[in-house]
């Protein structure tokens, strides 16, 4: 059974910055896509950056193009989100996800590819 945890999570101000982490528990986390994926109450889970199992293909939802940075390190079975000038929008629990079958990319927005997941860490970005 697939292990993810989050951390780094937080509250900070509009305009702040912080970096999630995700780290898996498993050896052949090189081999898969991931994703990470927010929500924020009353809304549905929606899709906001995935990046390739070698890294080299990256995706990002359009509203956090520019300010977030998706990242791998596949040596250390972890994943990053750098998320700068937050955005009370961008409040949420937030989520990383592992692709259900190895090294594909096709429609890697599509939460419905993704079958583990994470707990969550929340991101709280206050005015």
């Known amino acids: 059974q697939v292990q993810l945890a989050e951390s780094g999570g937080g509250l900070v101000q509009a305009g702040g910055s912080l970096k999630l982490s995700c780290v898996a528990s498993?050896?052949?986390?090189?081999?898969?896509?991931m994703a990470w994926f927010r929500q924020a109450p009353g809304k549905e889970r929606e899709f906001v950056a995935a990046?390739?199992?070698?890294?080299?293909?990256?995706d990002y939802t359009d509203s956090v193009k520019g300010r977030f940075t998706i990242s791998r390190d596949n040596a250390n079975n972890t994943m990053y989100l750098q998320m700068n000038t937050l955005k009370p929008e961008d409040t949420g629990v937030y989520h990383c996800?592992?692709?259900?079958?190895?090294?594909?990319?096709?429609?890697?927005?599509?939460?419905?590819?993704?079958?583990?997941w994470g707990q969550g860490t929340q991101v709280t970005v206050s005015r």
């Open positions: 996800a592992r692709d259900s079958t190895a090294k594909t990319w096709y429609d890697a927005s599509n939460r419905y590819r993704y079958n583990y």
């Open positions: 498993e050896r052949i986390f090189s081999t898969y896509t």
């Open positions: 990046i390739s199992w070698s890294g080299r293909s990256i």
